[in-house]
Nanobody, 118 residues
């Protein structure tokens, strides 16, 4: 099994920055077989949506709403994925979830709240 633990959420003013981290722990064989890791978010009353994803080969994918503002990165040695969020907007307010894809299985973190407000 794999556990994903997020950190780094909080309250920030519009235009500010936050950095989210997600550390994977558990069975090392399972962790090493994870392909893509990523971040999803869910705002109140809305469906969960993909924010950014990165494969083990460091290919990245971003939603159009965050391109140019958010950067996803991955440290395979530390089994950790990061999401650097810059130029934050109120519409970025949501619970952010870390996700790991090990098809046909996937794993989710517990979520971390990001609130962008003045």
């Amino acid at each position: 099994q794999v556990q994903l633990v997020e950190s780094g959420g909080g309250l920030v003013q519009p235009g500010g920055s936050l950095r989210l981290s997600c550390a994977a722990s558990g069975n090392i064989f399972v962790i090493n077989s994870i392909n893509a890791m990523g971040w999803y978010r869910q705002a109140p009353g809305k469906e969960r949506e993909l924010v950014a994803a990165i494969t083990r080969g460091i290919r990245t994918n971003y939603s159009d709403s965050v391109k140019g503002r958010f950067t996803i990165s991955r440290d395979n040695a530390k089994n950790t994925v990061y999401l650097q969020m810059n130029s934050l907007k109120p519409e970025d307010t949501a619970v952010y979830y870390c996700h790991a894809d090990r098809s046909p299985y996937d794993y989710w973190g517990q979520g971390t709240q990001v609130t962008v407000s003045s």
